[in-house]
């Protein structure tokens, strides 16, 4: 027992503050808590397991300098794919979303995460010199979640105050950070100079840029593809359209997320693309254009 106190505690007071923690915060803005506490176990689990089973034969045939170059690429991975940000209805993101996609990307990021960290070479040094290893692992496994669980809590009492796309890219500026910092630190002196620093800047500005580009893209396709569905549920209505139905509703919300104000719909779709093209010509267009298509297919279905 005394073995497990140690271990989590000297693995708990490791991990506040450093990179895993704030990772988890970082998740807990894409994915359910309970996934991300479930892939932080997986991910710990498995690093700290191998770390206190086999000590330090895996950086003898690895170097940990190239393990944390990898890790240090990944990380810039997660971050650029945490700036994209999906436009889905929650209806949707309930039927597409699995629950292993989120648990197995946790557990990937904090397994290579932890490779070479301090914490991996505390519960290796710890399980060597315990006469119960398996008490060892538990408890740094524990430390883990319990830190993890700490930035869960703090990212969603963010959450709250702060819009989501906000907290999405905090998160993914957290993975780019560490990845950044991961790469300078890990490299070797020859490649760290002011011109491949100044290339890599340009590189990584360019891809976050592209990243925000195709949000710009999706998100305006989505909002043309969910009016002009909304607009054929509501084309026949006529005299008989009421203020309060549903599809009204989620209308006006949608109008509101997209253009910020309300467009007059009173029974008649023609009237509606009018007005919407005084306030955004594009858009009214696109959104025809689309209705058309759509209402066409209908028709030969």
């Not at 002011?194 to 360019?206: A, D, H, K, R």
């Amino acid at each position: 027992m005394r073995e497990l106190i140690t271990s989590f505690s000297l693995v708990a007071l490791a991990e506040m503050g450093d990179k895993t923690q704030l990772l988890a915060l970082a998740f807990a803005s894409k994915f359910p808590p309970m996934s991300v506490l479930i892939g932080i176990f997986v991910g710990s689990f498995i690093n700290h397991g191998i770390a206190i089973a086999i000590g330090s034969y895996i950086s003898r045939i690895i170097p940990i300098d190239a393990i944390q170059i990898i890790a240090s690429i990944l990380f810039i991975f997660f971050g650029l794919w945490s700036l994209k940000i999906d436009n889905e209805d929650e209806e949707d993101e309930e039927n597409t979303k699995s629950n292993y996609g989120p648990i197995v990307t946790v557990a990937l990021a904090f397994f290579i995460g932890e490779l070479g960290d301090k914490t991996q070479l505390t519960a290796m040094t710890l399980g060597a010199n315990s006469s119960f290893p398996i008490l060892v692992l538990i408890g740094t496994v524990c430390a883990m979640v319990f830190t993890g669980g700490l930035g869960i809590v703090a990212g969603k009492v963010l959450g709250k105050k702060i819009p989501e796309v906000t907290m999405k890219i905090i998160a993914a500026f957290v993975f780019l950070f560490f990845g950044s910092v991961g790469l300078y630190t890990r490299l070797p002196n020859e490649y760290i100079n002011p011109v491949n620093i100044i290339f890599y800047i340009v590189i990584l500005s360019f891809l976050v840029v592209l990243v925000l580009r195709y949000n710009t893209i999706q998100r305006n396709k989505y909002y043309e593809e969910r009016l002009s569905e909304i607009l054929l549920q509501c084309k026949n209505c006529g005299q008989g359209h009421v203020e309060h139905c549903d599809v009204n509703i989620k209308r006006r919300e949608f109008e509101k997320e997209y253009l910020g104000e309300n467009i007059p719909y009173l029974g008649d779709v023609i009237s509606y693309l009018e007005s919407l093209k005084v306030k955004d010509l594009k858009l009214s267009l696109k959104v025809c254009e689309t209705y058309q298509y759509k209402a066409d297919t209908k028709k030969d279905k």
